[in-house]
């Protein structure tokens, strides 16, 4: 049974969709916001952020995320807890989303369903998960206070979670397969300051150990294949993202190799009246900001499109 008939239906609940759903509303659209779990996406995660505009007084990311909704909310946006299993008639002029519990229909369709962290596909990560092997500093931090934990990754989010668990934790590792960071100077110059965080190059994690909780991990030098061993009862794992596109990829939208969804620069997808948004899309950066843009730009495409009568 068909629940209602909106102009868009945005899939997902980060900092893309909630930008989108202000624009649409803004711009005199019905729209619907569908959200798997809760509003906030990645960002929400995020201990601290510091380089949002206007934001001098660096919120943490559950702050500002729920800023985001309050403002999308604010115009009166529509929005509801459902995980959306798929996309039905998608290149027709009419599109069905399907939930587990309802049915929708949108004359347009904005996906924003982010991404999620990269695993190492190592021995011992899937026995050890939620035992001292973490991918979300801020959600699981906590459980190493006291106890020496590393970090794994080079890029900001890692410079980001060693930061943030060096305020409790008795010794942080960053390891990094290379002598190059991919996160920003500020962050890796505030990390190498901090008495407590060591920074370790050209160093790869070969497996996990320990009884029932981490121990150890076993290491490895990328330049000379040496293997080593460094105490640790929590690891963060940081080494990137996996866009969440089943949903595009099942109707049939046209993926880049590593499985983001390829736009143009207006954010159309290859289906007519689809578009996408945030970090599921082919992007050369993955901010809180480049978030709220695309958003921006998407909802901007749809009420276009709306209003052409497409």
Same mark, same amino acid.
């Given at each position: 049974?068909?629940?209602?008939?909106?102009?868009?239906?945005?899939?997902?609940?980060?900092?893309?969709?909630?930008?989108?759903?202000?624009?649409? *509303?803004?711009?005199? *659209?019905?729209?619907?916001?569908?959200?798997?779990?809760?509003?906030?996406?990645?960002? $929400?995660?995020?201990?601290?952020?510091?380089?949002?505009?206007?934001f001098?007084?660096?919120?943490?990311?559950?702050?500002? *995320?729920?800023?985001?909704?309050?403002?999308?909310?604010?115009?009166?946006a529509?929005?509801?807890?459902?995980?959306?299993? @798929?996309?039905?008639n998608?290149?027709? $002029?009419?599109?069905?989303?399907?939930?587990?519990?309802?049915?929708?229909?949108?004359?347009?369709?904005?996906?924003a369903t982010?991404?999620?962290?990269?695993?190492?596909?190592?021995?011992?990560?899937?026995?050890?998960?939620?035992?001292?092997?973490?991918?979300? $500093?801020?959600?699981?931090?906590?459980?190493?206070?006291?106890?020496?934990?590393?970090?794994?990754?080079?890029?900001?989010?890692?410079?980001?979670?060693?930061?943030?668990?060096?305020?409790?934790?008795?010794?942080?590792?960053?390891?990094?397969?290379?002598?190059?960071?991919?996160?920003?100077?500020?962050?890796?110059?505030?990390?190498?300051?901090? /008495?407590?965080?060591?920074?370790?190059?050209?160093?790869?994690?070969?497996?996990?150990?320990? @009884? @029932?909780?981490?121990?150890?991990?076993?290491?490895?030098?990328?330049?000379?294949?040496?293997?080593? +061993?460094?105490?640790?009862?929590?690891?963060?794992?940081?080494?990137?993202?996996?866009?969440?596109?089943?949903i595009?990829? /099942? +109707?049939?939208?046209?993926?880049?190799?590593?499985?983001?969804?390829?736009?143009? *620069?207006?954010?159309?997808?290859?289906?007519?009246?689809?578009?996408?948004? @945030?970090? +599921?899309?082919?992007?050369?950066?993955?901010?809180?900001?480049?978030?709220?843009?695309?958003? $921006?730009?998407?909802?901007?495409?749809?009420?276009?499109?709306?209003?052409?009568?497409?």
């Amino acid at each position: 049974m068909v629940v209602n008939m909106y102009d868009i239906i945005i899939i997902g609940g980060g900092a893309a969709g909630m930008s989108a759903a202000l624009y649409a *509303m803004r711009g005199g *659209m019905k729209t619907l916001l569908l959200e798997k779990i809760s509003c906030g996406g990645q960002a $929400a995660n995020t201990y601290e952020v510091d380089n949002y505009p206007g934001f001098y007084n660096s919120p943490s990311g559950p702050e500002l *995320m729920e800023a985001f909704e309050k403002h999308a909310v604010k115009f009166g946006a529509e929005i509801k807890s459902e995980a959306v299993r @798929g996309i039905e008639n998608a290149d027709g $002029a009419v599109k069905t989303v399907k939930t587990r519990r309802n049915t929708y229909e949108a004359k347009t369709v904005i996906i924003a369903t982010g991404a999620s962290p990269k695993k190492l596909g190592i021995e011992g990560e899937e026995e050890l998960a939620g035992a001292g092997v973490s991918y979300c $500093a801020t959600c699981d931090g906590a459980f190493f206070k006291g106890l020496d934990t590393a970090v794994i990754g080079g890029g900001n989010t890692a410079f980001e979670d060693a930061l943030y668990l060096s305020g409790f934790c008795e010794r942080v590792y960053i390891l990094n397969r290379s002598k190059r960071f991919r996160a920003s100077k500020t962050l890796t110059d505030r990390a190498k300051a901090v /008495s407590n965080i060591t920074v370790y190059t050209d160093i790869i994690a070969e497996r996990f150990e320990g @009884g @029932g909780r981490l121990e150890r991990i076993v290491t490895k030098n990328t330049e000379t294949g040496e293997t080593g +061993c460094l105490n640790a009862s929590g690891v963060i794992i940081a080494v990137g993202i996996t866009p969440d596109n089943g949903i595009a990829r /099942s +109707c049939g939208i046209e993926l880049c190799e590593r499985g983001f969804i390829k736009t143009d *620069m207006y954010l159309n997808t290859s289906i007519d009246g689809i578009f996408a948004a @945030g970090d +599921c899309r082919v992007s050369p950066l993955r901010q809180i900001v480049t978030a709220a843009a695309d958003g $921006a730009v998407a909802a901007t495409s749809a009420i276009n499109y709306v209003l052409k009568g497409n």
